[in-house]
């Protein structure tokens, strides 16, 4: 064991010093534990802090001192165009054109936005196929969103759970999902990458069965943005919205995003919850009665700009652009493999009674940074607790998950070394 653990130490000190990011984990605060910086491995959580974000909240607390209202349109970046600071590096992340993409509220309050746009139920067609297990938030929005309109969550919606003795879905019974149900469906939302097993769902080939029988399809992306792969507009995805303060590192309770693609913007027929930011822009403040809404994604815009909530997005938004999401992907996939490579290692070496089990898919076309150990006996809290008390932050979440996300901008090769090291003495210790 200790010669294979070497191998994989030697592996990430090698894999270190090749990093051509490494530089970016400088431009974040690292929490410390006794002194010393933490392993951080909940950046799915909440991502960590931008130095440079106190530069950019300053600049508005400035413009605000200096100008009052007037900042709305003087200033470095005036207030009244600062959502349009988002819609170039938004729409890169998701691939997506600039128009479809904008930055506004926060995730749950956006689904909802978004479902009353897109869930309409009409005869028979009123059901709405999503993943079991879906986040709670989630979760409650479509049920309350289905007693909304008059139904019963029990009849209307759909949850799709994996085959008995398997952990994840298969995208083949998925697709079988929707076409069983083809006629009863009013719309398809389901989860990027599940916040559970860290599954990534086939985007592109639930959203083309969706197109087969014109049924709306959506994704919650919360888990996806800045971690999955995205192209939005070339998939045909209807709609998406996702949260900044996961792997987007924009801070607790930080503005959304919201995608709506662009075969809906001149649609007029879309039920709304409407507000000014969303009125065409150029006779927004005539102040008159009846909403024009602007033909892109800014027309679900209800309220003007957080501005200050945004100034931290735009601070890590700039650090994504500068690194390139290509290059942080391909580093992803490599410290993920790196940190499955060692799992499988403690699993090989465990195997006569092994400990935990991986719920996330190995495929890496299957799945984001995250990797998920679902524990079989019940040293898992101990386990979890002993690895925070060495510095290496994961998380626990009930009845007996840890989920461990490495994240390129700031984890390093040896943070995932660190971590098998630890984890395989903990076990050794119980065994
Ligand atoms: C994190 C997360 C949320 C949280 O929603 P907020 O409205 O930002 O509090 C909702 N849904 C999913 C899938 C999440 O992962």
């Known amino acids: 064991m200790q010669e294979q653990l070497n191998q994989i130490k030697s592996k990430a000190e090698s894999l270190d010093l090749n990093d051509s990011l490494k530089s970016f984990r400088d431009k974040f605060y690292i929490p410390l534990h006794h002194g010393k910086e933490v392993k951080y491995f909940t950046g799915n959580s909440l991502g960590l802090q931008p130095k440079s974000v106190m530069d950019y909240i300053q600049i508005e607390l400035d413009a605000w001192k200096t100008y009052g209202v007037e900042a709305h349109f003087m200033g470095k970046n005036p207030w009244m165009y600062y959502h349009k600071m988002f819609a170039e590096p ?30 309409q139920p009409k005869g028979v067609k009123r059901k709405i196929l999503m993943e079991g297990g879906a986040f709670p938030s989630d979760q409650y929005a479509i049920e309350t969103q289905v007693k909304f309109h008059g139904g ?9 759970i994996p085959r008995s003795g398997e952990d994840t879905l298969r995208t083949e019974d998925i697709l079988q999902a929707i076409e069983d149900n083809k006629d009863e469906l009013a719309l398809i939302l389901f989860g990027g ?22 049924i709306i399809c959506g994704f919650d992306l919360a888990h996806a943005a800045g971690n999955a792969e995205l192209h939005l507009h070339d998939w045909g995805v209807d709609f998406a919205c996702w949260c900044s303060y996961k792997y987007l590192n924009s801070g607790p309770g930080g503005v959304g995003g919201v995608f709506v693609h662009e075969k809906w913007h001149k649609n007029t027929e879309l039920n709304r919850f409407a507000g000014w930011w969303g009125h065409q822009e150029e006779t927004r403040f005539k102040m008159q009665k009846g909403f024009i809404p602007m033909e892109s994604a800014e027309a679900w815009q209800c309220s003007n700009a957080q501005v200050f909530s945004m100034a931290i997005h735009k601070a890590s938004l700039d ?5 390139g999401f290509s290059q942080l992907k391909a580093k992803s996939r490599s410290l993920t493999g790196l940190l499955w490579e060692g799992l499988q290692l403690i699993l090989k070496n465990q195997s006569a009674n092994p400990p935990f089990r991986i719920l996330t898919p190995p495929n890496p076309m299957d799945n984001g940074a995250q990797i998920s150990l679902l524990w079989l006996n019940n040293e898992g809290k101990s386990a979890f607790n002993q690895l925070t008390e060495a510095g290496i932050i994961t998380d626990w979440r009930e009845p007996n998950v840890i989920r461990v996300a490495p994240v390129p901008l700031y984890n390093t090769y040896n943070d995932v070394y660190f971590l098998i090291e630890k984890l395989s003495e903990i076990l050794a210790q119980t065994n």
């Open 193 to 214: 990458v599940n916040y559970y097993t860290g599954q990534l769902f086939d985007i592109q080939s639930i959203t083309n069965k969706a197109k087969e029988y014109q």
């Open 152 to 160: 019963d969550p029990s009849r209307d919606i759909i949850e799709l």
């Open 90 to 119: 938004l729409s890169k992340l998701v691939g997506a054109n600039p128009k479809e993409v904008v930055a506004m509220n926060t995730l749950t309050v956006n689904l909802h936005l978004l479902m009353v746009s897109f869930y």
């Open 319 to 323: 650090i994504f652009m500068e690194a």
